[in-house]
């Protein structure tokens, strides 16, 4: 086990980026253009052309085709990991044993068993692990969890989600993304959880819908429902193909009244109906709003986890937890049954299994 860095909380946290796709050059630019408390030391991608010219546009960081060197570099304190999912557990392991702090996009690992080997890897080199779920961190949905906290809702009788995607990524994503239940719906299982509680049981539908999708072994449509611990009813709608745009929204139906929180394309908000004569609205203008939680989970990293040193606001078991749905809803999808989950407290969180 190698010691973990310590800094001072006042100093920026020196951090290598490894994955120069989609999602790890947003956290590039949000690091370099809106997070201070970071310093971008390093960065990664086994795809020479793609670090290259990353390195050029992130005002000439210098880049690496090896995970394993930039993680070796004792400058380094946390590491944030944007690879292909097939590489998770390998650069987690690698990460962890050189003692340093890991943000990882999701999913951990495509299997459930390298998702916990991952979990106890940093356990037991004494680094805390992130998992990239942002939408814990977005202020719409934070201001919606603060309405049920507060007993604004009451009793939460149904929750449902709609999170709906333009058009598909390309093939060669498709194919090592897990599936759209682990890597689409695996967002809105967390969210459920963050909004709702825990849940008990999954039934899922899905059908490969749109032309030629079938080929790449996913499918691009699907509707999941779930019952909660405490009885309360939930439905997940997605599309890969939506065709309009990203869209997102959640609804969360009370005894005491119904909170909409809303992701659309240029604004967000949520809004709180009471009765038939009476609507409250709040809108959060500014920031797009998926980018305000990247920015916003990345400085939960910084601050709270690598300098504050506690436990992530979004945990490796609650990304195990979502993973696990995700992987039930596929059972259930395939063997058309409703498939029934355990739970086992743990001292950093809730132990997900499937009956």
Known sequence: MTDV?????????RVALAGLGRVGTVHAHNILNALPQAELVRIQDADEEV???RSAELCGIPWSLDFAEIVADPAIEAILI?????????????????????????????????????????????????????????????????????GDVGQIYQVRITHRDYKPRDIAFTLTSGGLYADVTVHDFDLARFLAGEIAEVTAFGDALSP?????????????????????????????????????????????????????????????????????????????????????????????????????????????????LAEAAEISRRERRTVKLDHTAASDGTVYDIR
Do not use: C, M, W
């Open 5 to 13: 860095i310590h800094a001072s909380r006042n100093n920026p946290v």
């Open 82 to 150: 944007a690879t292909p999912s097939t590489l998770h557990l390998e650069h987690i392991r690698i990460a962890a044993q050189a003692g340093k702090h890991i943000f990882v996009e999701k999913p951990i690992a495509l299997t459930r068993a390298d998702t916990f080997e991952a979990i106890e890897i940093a356990r037991a080199n004494g680094v805390r692990l992130q998992v990239g779920f942002q939408l814990r961190f977005e202020p719409t949905f934070i201001e919606a969890r603060q309405a049920i906290d507060n």
């Open 212 to 324: 030629g999708f079938a080929d790449s072994g996913d499918i691009d449509n699907g509707i999941v429902v779930v019952r909660f611990t405490n009885g309360a009813f939930g439905v997940i709608d997605n599309t890969r193909v939506g065709g309009y745009g990203f869209d997102f929204f959640a609804e969360i139906l009370g005894s005491r009244s119904t909170v909409r929180a809303v992701l659309p394309l240029r604004k967000s908000g949520i809004e709180v109906l009471t009765d038939a004569r009476s609507t409250t609205q709040n809108v959060t203008r500014g920031v797009q709003s998926y980018n305000r939680a990247y920015i916003g989970e990345l400085k939960s990293f910084l601050e709270d986890v690598v300098r504050g040193g506690r436990q992530p606001e979004s945990s490796s078991l609650d990304a195990a937890a979502a993973f696990v």
């Open 51 to 53: 670090a290259r010219a």
